[in-house]
């Protein structure tokens, strides 16, 4: 879905721009943008991540 690509992406763009150095989302963005990934792969990659650790925490509530 385009718009809820968007919508993640602009989170990762505001995550980049707060630089919050204990966040495992925003030390894994940029890990991959020194690897060299692209702009647009290193963000997908981070909110794949990010999607991961949200899904998880959400079922922890639910057990």
Known sequence: NPA???AC???MQALKLSKPQNDPVYLFMIKKEQEGKPYNV???AAVN??????????ME???
Do not use: W
């Open 42 to 44: 290193a963000k997908m």
């Open 9 to 11: 992406f602009e989170v």
């Open 4 to 6: 809820l690509r968007k």
């Open 49 to 58: 991540k990010f999607l991961r650790i949200y899904y998880a925490r959400a």
């Open 61 to 63: 509530l639910y057990k």
